[in-house]
């Protein structure tokens, strides 16, 4: 309960601190610019119907991010989300590795293939993973091995 309060309380910060990113522009920023439908996490309008809620959580190693030097080395992460058949895509980053998890609360259904990238604290790439929410029942669980 702990772990998940403390997502949702990191994920909400990083929601305004952190850089997103897409591949085309985004024709929405929030729900009042887009009338009945809603803004998603992608800067796209759509139906309440066509969106849905992922957490992202990642383990070092095969070890949970609240063991203390899991996640030593690691600078920040890159998650990126995108659409398969649509080409759409859109990536937050710095992301703390520490933080666990992350949480989108309206992706459009078709946002599905996932990947995190972690750097190290000078920049440096270390190691990237990849997921499919297909089949995740809202949790995708991906390790990264940097």
């Known amino acids: 309960m702990r772990a998940g309060l403390a997502a949702i309380i990191v994920g909400s910060a990083l929601s305004s601190a952190a850089c997103f990113t897409s591949v085309a522009d985004e024709s929405c920023r929030t729900d009042r610019d887009c009338g009945d439908l809603v803004c998603t996490r992608v800067g796209e309008c759509a139906s309440t119907?066509?969106?849905?809620?992922?957490?992202?959580?990642?383990?070092?190693?095969?070890?949970?991010?609240?063991?203390?030097?899991?996640?030593?080395?690691?600078?920040?992460?890159?998650?990126?989300?995108?659409?398969?058949?649509?080409?759409?895509?859109?990536?937050?980053?710095?992301?703390?590795?520490?933080?666990?998890?992350?949480?989108?609360?309206?992706?459009?259904?078709?946002?599905?293939?996932v990947a995190i990238t972690a750097y190290s604290t000078t920049g440096g790439f270390l190691d990237s993973t990849r997921g499919t929410a297909v089949g995740s029942s809202g949790v995708l669980r991906l390790d990264l091995r940097p």
């Open 49 to 113: 119907s066509s969106v849905y809620a992922l957490r992202i959580e990642w383990t070092v190693n095969g070890v949970t991010t609240d063991q203390a030097g899991t996640c030593d080395g690691v600078g920040e992460l890159e998650l990126a989300i995108s659409d398969p058949t649509g080409g759409g895509q859109h990536a937050v980053r710095p992301v703390p590795c520490a933080a666990g998890s992350f949480f989108f609360d309206k992706l459009p259904v078709g946002y599905t293939e």
